[in-house]
């Protein structure tokens, strides 16, 4: 490639050509502005650009852009995370934690001597029992009751039996020698096998509570005679 000058013929202005591949190409500098006026391309200051439509942008995004917009980023294998763990990052895989200036060997050993003196005074356990002092070993109150006399009634057949005079007692040892039903009343009171009684087994004693003066009646359950013993307590 070479270069030639030439001058305009009338005005005298010169130009200038570059001959390439046998043509000569003019040689000039772009500039741009209004009328009369002209702003040379150069370096820094190219031509003004205005931008229609969408254009695909191939260079990296700026950081306000990236932020507006997060781009979904499909990442294979491990990638290491510099930044902060998300909520659900720290239940899935809890961080160790290190704790400084609360269990150390020292401290242990501070707590171990009060240990070591109560082993002198704690005694020898009896198979890992606690030894327990009482003061006073409670005892259940006992007391011995006295009975007066015992009575009897014997059934005769499906009949009822009752006492000939009311018991003088508020409270009676009963026990009978088959299985029947008793009932405590007034003088006329009967036995039955029905509401008001109530069943009795034989030679099975238990105490009942009465009015002194009540009559106690008997029947039997089954078809063998017995007998209702009755003991008073005095």
Partial sequence: ???????????????????VGGVNLSVAKLAFGDADTATLVQTGSGLPVAVQGTVPVSGPLTDAQARATPLPVAVPGSVAVTGP????????????????????????????????????????????????????VPRLATTTRAYADSVRIVTAGTAAVRTTLGIAATEVTLCATVDGFYAIGSGSVVAANA?????????????????????????RAGSTDGALFIKPVA
């Fill in 1 to 19: 490639m070479s270069e030639v000058s030439v001058t305009a013929p009338g005005a005298g202005t010169p130009l200038r050509f570059n001959f």
């Fill in 85 to 136: 763990a998300t909520d659900t990052q720290l239940r899935a895989t809890p961080p160790p934690v290190l704790v400084s200036g609360v269990a150390t060997a020292a401290a242990q050993a501070t707590g171990n001597t009060p240990l070591a003196s109560i082993d002198g005074k704690t005694p020898a356990l009896a198979g890992g029992r606690v030894p327990v002092v009482l003061d006073a």
């Fill in 195 to 219: 509401a008001g009684s109530f069943p009795v087994a034989a030679f099975v004693p238990f105490s009942e509570q009465i009015t002194s003066g009540q009559f106690i009646s008997f029947i």
